[in-house]
């Protein structure tokens, strides 16, 4: 059996990926702040899903052991994670931003996923098949725009922290393959709430309109699709940042 976890199942690119991983019968172990019903439905024997709020920290060690618990390692063919969860909010000029507002945002974004990525290491030690862990992350870690300083810096921070654990990795035996990318402007609900901020205020708004209007963004299921196959490529790098999907 191959397994992936993948965190933010609920919509947009982790539930586009985690249906495309079902449909191929591996099993997915997803984990979101609501409980995603249909999936549980469709595919009762191979989705596992898991309610958690990625701001509580100290709760993403059982989290994991619970998640493991639902993993054979001696019959795995290949255990991955994707972590995939984000936070948007606060779009503002930092001084504007609430104390906690910033520290849910980072604990999401960065602290979870540095998390998780210790955790997987750890529990996957024993195992000596294909381990990969892939950190979406965005453009913005490069792409610099008034009131997304929080995002941008988030993202920035999940990409390096991407490329040192991978080279981490490399001194290891049977070492876990670590890559973070950039799957580009995506028609999700994430991009409906950048374009919807611009009555709050957010100064950028206007940039995601545009591209919007301009047929810019692409369709979840077809990112997902090159996201799921840069997942399982015989070429997914270590310790580097994939900024474009465009020649898979």
Known sequence: MHYTIITGTSRGIGESMARLLLEQGQCVLGIARTFH??????YPKHYHGFEADLTDSE?????MERIFGHISIAEAGSIHLVNNAAALLPLREISLC???????????NLIAPMIMTSLFARLTKPYKGDKRILNI?????NILLPDMSCYS??????????????????????????????PGMIETRMQEELRNQQ??????????LQARDKGMLMNPMDTAK???ELLQGDSFPQGQVVENLDPL
Do not use: M, Y
Request: a negative charge; one cysteine or more.
């Open 199 to 208: 009555k709050e205020g957010f100064s950028s708004a206007d940039i995601f």
């Open 98 to 108: 609430e104390p906690q507002e910033i520290a849910n945002h980072v604990k999401v």
């Open 59 to 63: 709760k993403l060690e059982p989290l």
């Open 153 to 182: 810096t988030t993202k920035a921070g999940l990409d390096v922290f991407s490329k040192c654990a991978g080279l981490e990795q490399q001194k290891q035996e049977d070492p876990v393959r670590i890559a973070s990318v950039w």
């Open 37 to 42: 019903p249909s999936l549980d439905e469709e």
């Open 226 to 228: 090159k996201l799921v």
């Open 137 to 141: 992350s965005s453009a913005s870690a």
